[in-house]
Each structure stands twice: as structure tokens, then as C-alpha cells.
């Protein structure tokens, strides 16, 4: 792992145990929510799944496609991994998003980050997913911010936005 701390251990210091459930899981395409004891969104995520039957990685992939939380599945499997959260831009919330996440906001950030694996076998490494994490506006600031924020990055990464509905803001201010 690169040393950042996981997503999940963060939401847990704040929040209490951490679970996940599925909301929606195609293919390669998967939208989570990341649910504390009250069963209130922390984080929503959407993951795209791109090399999943390598032989280091296809019975861990087979455990979080059965529910299992991916930061931790690939630490407790002990499979290394970086995580290079890239960017973070300002995105539109659906009304159902904002009432899972218990916010009257309707717009927040999302951060999108690359997971790799390293075959150190073969000295080399190979990208498992692209995955944005969408927090909610009340817990923004508990969030470490990626090193770049910019909305012209994401051009590429919409669709993936867009299997769970989600826009990219058209307002670049700060939230």
C-alpha cells in the first residue's frame, strides 16, 4: 500500500464500524454506499473494474463483488496496492443521494482515484479500478483534499459519474 490511510479507516475513526452495500453491480460497474451504525451514507462510491482475472487479484475480487469492502479486502489479503487519489471536482447530488447522505445540500465533491497492483512477481504493476468516492458536503472538510482540483480533468471520467446519475457541476467555486 502507499501509506494513505484508507477511506473506510477514516469514516470509521469518525463514525463507528463501517459497511457496505450494494446499490447497483454490472459487469465491471459497481455503485456502493458506505454506511455507518445508523445506517446513514458516509460515502457513496462508484467503481470501475478494469483487470479482474489476474491470478494476484481474482479471488479478492471475488470476495468484493460478494460484498466486501475493497481498500480492506486488498490489505487484509495482503495484496499490494496503491491508491493515487488524482483529482477532485464539484458534482450535482440527486435528491435520493442527499437523503441517503441525510444532507439538504445538492451539490459536493467527489474524489476519483486509480487502484493498482503490483505483481512483484513480474515487477510490474497494473490498474485494477477507477473509483470515485462522492462525500457528503457535511463531512468535506474531514477529508483529505487530492493535490489537484480541477473540472476539466473529469471530462473522461463522466460516464462512470453517470451510471449513478450524478452530474459534474457547472459551478467550479469552492464548496
Known sequence: ??????????????????????????????????????????TMGIVHFRNTDHPLIKAAHGCILGGALLGKTLLDREIPYSKDTLFQLKVCLPAWVSRDFLSDQDTTVANYSRITIEDRAKG??????????????EIIHLVPKPPMTHQAAAENCANL???????????????
Open 1 to 42: 500500500m502507499n501509506g494513505i490511510k484508507l477511506h473506510t479507516a477514516l469514516l470509521e475513526e469518525l463514525f463507528g464500524p463501517i459497511r457496505l452495500r450494494i446499490l447497483r453491480q454490472e459487469d465491471s460497474l459497481r455503485m456502493v454506499h458506505l454506511l455507518d451504525k445508523d445506517e446513514i451514507s458516509r
Open 124 to 137: 510490474r504493476r497494473f490498474l485494477y479500478a477507477d473509483l470515485f468516492e462522492i462525500i457528503p458536503p
Open 161 to 175: 459519474l453517470s451510471f449513478a446519475g450524478i452530474t459534474i457541476s457547472l459551478n467550479d467555486t469552492e464548496l
